[in-house]
């Protein structure tokens, strides 16, 4: 009786210990919440010392007004809080769940209603966060029309009052009514505010400052825990979707849509190379600018208030006590699986996984005991199983490996792909290597995915990765079945110039740290560790291991060719020495022959390389309007937006009889006209083909590329500067100029956004005396590696991935500049970076190479 006194006044202490919170939802309780419900569930806010009670909006109060009068300590919500934070309130922005939002409007297919003009006098359900929201409000405005031109009806949260007719559109999610209406019979049509340019965050946990200011500790409990919990359910979809099922299912939801409902929200909210719940400043000014073009604010302030401090790594007493308990762990690793780990030739261990483990030593203040005695995977694998070793440093996560291990979440995703013989074409499905033989890796997830999926396939074992690339060269199987990223790697280190990937699997390696199944308090640990990088962190690790260089393999039928040729030669002039006179004029005739031939021949080689220039020209003037087309869309999306909200406050203070004001926006609409036209002729001007040289100011055209450019310069934070007299002119072909200016402040952008250095600055410079002209571009990219400077005007070097860098743009620049202007381009490095050289003979017109008053030379342009 004691006992169970004590047992009692125990477990009372625990119940009264935890602080009790209150979150506030905007919708009903659906997978949109699924990170607040497993925290709950597993314990997350628990072992916090939180007793969190979660409302959905069943109780018919915003999570605006539920935290400002105290019902609930923190809400989720929409982008329509930065204008509260604007407006004076007191609160602080702590995560954004969705990176981009999953908010559209929905109507019904049959209803013809396919545009936002279309639903003026139209019924629209919308909740009360949302009637003033700014993704809806801008885009009404787009159009010219506002909620007043709309019939506003309370939401009844039910997709099925659309299929009834009770509503002509609804607020929606992409995860959840579409999917309900198509299960119904209803075909629906989607609204989304950010193809009209208004993409936002969506689902934003906040709190008050007061909150962060008087508890401090709680709101950082909070935070972790609710962190925590969402990425558990990202990576366990399935598990999730029964919790939602059985305990948080209001709406009657399958459990078919719960899950399809959380793949597609985890597309929304885990970007690349973007940390989950980030806030930028940035975009959250961008969304301001649309509210204060509306009128519904005047002056945009500083958002450094509004984003919550997150103090980084937060550990609980009992995870602090674990990790002081066990100083040392126990690694086992894979020796050859490059890039993403592997042992150097001085026996380290390298790769992703290896950098972070390195952070988790740094941030953890324990030490990583890597074996090396074990060299096979397979090894390693089966000895954290039997508790040999504590964790492996990074392993696919199955459900086959889930019964003797335990996960930290992914911190690498890579899809499986097949690489085949280059002769082979493209492989649309795995089915069609039923009967083949396959090589994998053994105990690799490859291997437990083809014998459990596809028993059809032959599969052929290796002891690494490289071994199975080689049995696919050597043609000991048809193909292998491998990570997108090591085969890259290997492929491109090893030379295997006659394999490829023709195709990818319907599987994905989600790499983890994986620990012996009675450390999930490591697990535990691991997860908070990998949820606190930063993105400069992560864009760090993954840059550094899986940029490659990429280099032109050796031809060598090319040069077992011209040896065959020279030793040929060799042949026949020692025979002509050996012969008769009579022998001697024979032999000499039949070489007057011979090089008569020859000389045809090389003839039509150079005729070929004349058209193969021609080509290369245009591919790599192809490969430089990619990067305008982004910037032109970037320049014009803003001056369209400013427009259409203009003309909405024109007719506003038409009707108002504002003279003033409406002067005034005229004054902004004919300015964004104007610069929006002056788009177009910049763009067109660069398709015009050069008959002729022409004079050409220098810092004119310096302006043109700038013009082209500068938005998607600006949008990475990099600066331009010039130094350049402007009244230097220079007689060339303006567009083949500019479209080498044009390459290389593109080249210089993506050294300097790679070097991630403090200074983002391209310099321009101009000078003339009375024989040259030269310019020079100098960045502060770091500079270009010694072992490949002499390299990087040749056709087809690059040190990018071959869908990011065809290899010409240079190889262009210099043709254009030294064939086609007599000139001279040279690179060398400075202290900060890069520094390309044109020198311009002012003296000479025109050169050799494609003559661009040829229309021939232009029929691809100009079609």
């Known amino acids: ?203 934003i946990l906040f709190t008050t400052q007061a909150e962060t200011a008087l508890h401090p500790e709680r709101a950082e409990a909070f935070y972790d825990a609710s962190i925590r919990g969402w990425l558990w359910a990202f990576d366990h979809i399935e598990e999730t979707a029964e919790i939602i099922y059985r305990n948080y299912n209001p709406q009657h939801k399958s459990l078919d849509a719960l899950i399809y409902e959380g793949k597609v929200l985890k597309e929304l909210a885990l970007l690349p190379n973007t940390t989950f719940g980030s806030i930028d400043p940035a975009r959250l000014e961008m969304i301001a600018q649309g509210y204060r073009l509306m009128g519904v604010v005047r002056a945009i302030p500083s958002f450094e208030p509004l984003l919550y401090k997150h103090n980084g790594l937060r550990l609980s007493i009992q995870e602090r006590a674990w990790l002081k308990a066990h100083p040392v ?91 085949t013989n280059s002769r082979v074409g493209y492989i649309n499905d795995l089915n069609d290597l039923s009967g083949k033989k396959v090589a994998v890796v053994r105990s690799y997830a490859s291997e437990e995915f083809l014998r459990t999926h596809y028993p059809n396939i032959i599969p052929v074992l290796a002891d690494t990765s490289l071994e199975a690339l080689q049995k696919v060269a050597s043609g000991d199987v048809y193909a292998c079945v491998e990570g997108l990223s090591v085969a890259s790697y290997l492929i491109e280190r090893h030379n295997l110039n006659n394999i490829k990937v023709v195709g990818e699997t319907p599987f994905r390696y989600e790499l983890a740290f994986a620990f012996r199944n009675d450390w999930g308090m490591l697990a535990s640990i691991s997860d908070k560790v990998l949820a606190s990088i930063t993105s400069e962190e992560y864009e760090e690790i993954h840059g550094r291991w899986l940029a490659m260089e990429q280099h032109d393999p050796i031809n060598y039928h090319l040069v077992w060719g011209i040896a065959g040729f020279m030793a040929m030669l060799f042949l026949l002039v020692a025979y002509k020495n050996r012969r008769l006179d009579v022998l001697v004029r024979q032999r000499t005739t039949e070489l007057e022959t011979f090089n008569q031939r020859l000389q045809e021949e090389i003839e039509k080689a150079v005729e070929k390389n004349r058209k193969q220039e021609k080509l290369l020209m245009q591919q790599a003037k192809m490969a430089e309007i990619g ?180 290899g010409i743009g240079l190889y262009m620049a210099k043709t254009i500049i030294e064939k086609h202007f007599l000139g001279k381009l040279s690179v060398y490095n400075t202290l900060k970076g890069a520094c390309f050289e044109i020198r311009l003979n002012r003296e000479i017109k025109g050169g050799s190479g494609i003559s661009p008053q040829s229309n021939d030379s232009r029929s691809h342009t100009d079609s």
């Open 1 to 203: 009786m004691k006992k169970l006194l004590l047992l009692s006044l125990f477990f009372l202490t625990l119940v009264w210990s935890k602080e009790s919170v209150t979150l506030q939802l905007p919708w009903l309780h659906q997978f949109q919440f699924a990170g607040y419900y497993v925290a709950k569930h597993k314990g997350y806010y628990s072992d916090a010392g939180l007793d969190v009670t979660i409302l959905d909006a069943h109780n018919k109060q915003t999570p605006l007004t539920a935290v400002l009068k105290n019902k609930a300590q923190y809400g989720v919500g929409r982008s329509s809080l930065i204008v509260d934070y604007i407006n004076g309130t007191p609160i602080v922005l702590m995560a954004a769940v969705f990176q981009s939002s999953p908010m559209m409007l929905l109507t019904r297919k049959d209803a013809n209603i396919n545009s936002v003009s279309e639903l003026k006098n139209k019924r629209i359900m919308l909740t009360d966060d949302t009637v003033e929201g700014a993704e809806l409000q801008t885009m009404f405005r787009s159009v010219g029309l506002s909620t007043h031109d709309f019939k506003v009806q309370a939401h009844s949260f039910d997709p099925m009052s659309l299929a009834r007719g009770e509503t002509d559109a609804m607020l929606a999610y992409v995860s959840n009514e579409p999917f309900v209406l198509k299960k119904a019979g209803i075909e629906t049509h989607a609204i989304y505010p950010k193809e009209h340019g208004f993409d936002y965050y969506s689902d």
């Open 627 to 806: 990067s305008m087309l982004e910037s032109i869309a970037h320049q014009w999306r803003q001056p369209l937006n400013i427009l259409g909200l203009s003309m909405t406050r024109l007719n506003l203070s038409c009707a108002m009889g504002g003279k003033g004001e409406s002067t005034k926006v005229i004054e902004i609409a004919e300015a964004q006209i104007e610069y929006m036209s002056q788009t177009i002729d910049d763009f067109r001007n660069f398709f015009k083909q050069d008959r002729s040289q022409i004079p050409v100011n220098i810092n004119g055209m310096v302006n043109d590329v700038e013009a082209l450019l500068g938005p998607l310069l600006i949008r990475k934070k990099i600066t331009i500067e010039r130094e350049i007299d402007p009244e230097i002119e220079v007689l060339v072909y303006p567009n083949e100029l500019k479209q080498v200016l044009i390459n290389l402040v593109n080249n210089a952008r993506e050294a300097i956004e790679h070097h991630r250095g403090e200074e983002r600055l391209i310099r321009i410079r101009c000078t003339t005396d009375e024989r040259y002209c030269t310019i020079v571009i100098e960045d502060t990219g770091g500079g270009i590696d010694a072992s490949i400077i002499d390299k990087i005007f040749d056709p087809y070097f690059t040190t990018k991935f071959e869908s990011q860098g065809t």
């Open 329 to 419: 762990i126990r690694v086992g690793i894979d020796h050859n699986w490059p890039p993403i780990e592997s042992v150097d030739e001085k026996g380290r261990h390298t790769g992703i996984s290896a950098s972070y483990l390195s952070l988790l030593e740094k941030r953890l203040g324990v030490r990583f005991e890597v074996d090396y005695s074990r060299k096979l995977w397979s090894d390693s694998l089966l000895s954290v199983k039997n508790k040999e070793l504590d964790m492996l440093s990074g392993a696919a996560v199955t459900d086959k490996r889930r019964e003797s291990l335990v996960f930290s979440r992914p911190f690498l995703k890579q899809s499986m792909v097949i690489i």
